[in-house]
């Protein structure tokens, strides 16, 4: 325990960021705060991916990440829209008010 | 190709039925044109039949190859020996003096297209189990004669009783082809072979026993259903409820004695066991004297020739039973005469007097229609057995079989005491006196083409214990006069006229009321009561098994419960979308947590 950054050290941080995206989500009202809880989710196993790959070597988590980097580009471009879309019909984006599918 | 030529007689009627209801419908006239011509062809193929080759030999007709697997050959072929040779002559030439009645009969009937369709089909049927060379073909056509008299019965359908009677008749004689078909089966497995012709050879190898009774006795239940004997015999009073020439052609004179055809084809199988052959002479015996009984209190012109009927056809299972097949067929030959001309006659009463079927509704009829006047009291005396009418002849050569069974000769000989009492009843109410009703006064008689086939039945009434019946047969006469039989049945039936006489001469209402003769001995009530009864107790059961358990219970209640499932399950729907990441999360959570824990072990 040096000081020394081991590969624990991030992947706890990765769980921290994995942990506190999951409380956005799960808890924030705001569509736009839960969209960016979501980002967090995906950064958080960046981290981790990017983390391992540097430590054992290897270069195919790095891979995978930029699968990642480019799917969540993707997904923020779409939920963005359909954000603004359903803003645009109901004047809010709390999440509690997103309930019409129901019974 | 010439060969097969003799199918000509047994497919032309089936021809004329399939032309009639295909293309003749709208066309009455040429319908029975038609099917009348399919009816004399037949006829007279049947004759150039009966005398083709020597009297008495076999005439040999290619079969046509049906059914074939392991163990179980039938042909389609025709058996041509002497005895379907008479049996086909006579069943083509009553039914085509049916046919020609018929014309006149339904005169007015706006469906006689349909009538006439199945009349062809019926002879094409009857035909078909005349001829048939092993039983499975015989049971085919057994089953569509049974569809024809349905139909034929139910003729007019619109009328409740005739529908009624059609099922009756249908659904008893269900209960006799069981047993017939168990017969027919029980034959094949005991001596291996349906066929006719095969089975007299086949018969060494028998292992008796009960088996043989028992497949005997199958075979005699199809005959007790077809033939109306007892205890299935309550279908036949009723099918009166059709035309008066189905009732002549199906329920007198051919239909029902292809019982007693049968019977006479499978004799050598029922002689194997003497429990079949004196159970058939009995109920044979039975059945002479209880419908003559019957008859003595009905008042329904055409039901008490059915009851007459009844009582002839067990004059023929009991010489069946007897072992004496010659004057059965005898009888069943006069028998199809007397008793057709007789239902002709009662017919032409019932048109004469515009549908009155009561005789104590008719009365004072001979004097307005003297022809049937005249040709029913030929036919009573034939029927009687008064000599030397055709029905002597032939009840002679069976009373003189029953000399040695003094129980069954007085049995049978009694019921003619009683036959003889109905039939001059019946005469005398109907025909003597003066009218009771306004459809007798008014009574006339029909036209030439009713006149005429009564005619022709009157005269072979009269002569026809004169045909060679027994060379038509190529046997010997067996009737080795036994005098005592020939006279003590003969003062009997002469006996009979003389209470009927005083009884009925001037009565114009029945000065007699024996209810249980009235109620036909309460056989119809005892069905009801014990089996219908029972049965529609059964039959509400399994409703009501059918109504909770199954539809209810299993059907209905599988929908219900998944529609409960559902109803449940939706409340879990809640919409938000952040309660279902965090059930989500849950269930991937809980899902590491069990990869992990096996993962360990």
Known sequence: ?103 | MIAYSPYLVLLLPLFAALVIRLFLHPFPRFAISVSTLACLGSFIGSLLLLFSGALGSTVAIPAIPWIEFAGLKADFGLLMDPLARLMATLVSGIALLVHIYSIGYLKEDPHRSRFFAELSLFVFSMMGIVLADNLVTMFLFWELVGLSSYLLIGFWFDRPAAGAAANKAFLVNRIGDFGFILGILGVWSLFGTVSLVDLPSSLAASPGGWAVTAVGLGLFCGCLGKSAQFPLHVWLPDSMEGPTPVSSLLHAATMVVAGVYMLIRVLPILELSTVTMTTIAWVGGAMTLLPALIACQQNDIKRILAYSTLSEIAYMVMAVGLGVTGPAMYHLTMHAFFKCLLFLAAGSVIHGCHEVQDIWKMGGLGKRMPFTAIVTGIGTLALCGIPPLSGFWSKDEIFAATAHHPALALVSMVAGFFTSFFMLRLILVAFGGSPRSEGARHAHEGSASLIFPMLILAILSVAGGFLPVNSFLGVAPEGTHVSWTLWVSLVLALAGFVPAFFIYRVATRDPLSIPILQGKFYVDEFYNRVLVANQDGLGKLADAFEGWVVRGFLVRGSGVMARAAGQGLRLVQCGQVQVYATVFILGALSLLWWILKSGVR
């Open chain 1, 1 to 103: 325990m040096g000081g020394e950054i081991t590969l624990g050290h991030y992947l706890v941080l990765s769980g921290a960021l994995f942990l506190i995206g999951l409380a956005g989500v799960v808890l924030r009202r705001s569509l736009l705060v839960v969209m960016m809880s979501l980002e967090l989710l995906l950064n958080a196993a960046n981290l981790a991916l990017v983390a391992v790959g540097r430590f054992q070597g290897i270069p195919d988590p790095q891979v995978a990440v930029f699968f990642v980097i480019t799917v969540a580009a993707a997904e923020a471009a779409l939920g963005l829209a359909i954000l603004v879309a359903i803003f645009r019909i109901k004047k809010t984006t709390a999440a509690d008010q997103m309930a019409s599918l129901r019974f």
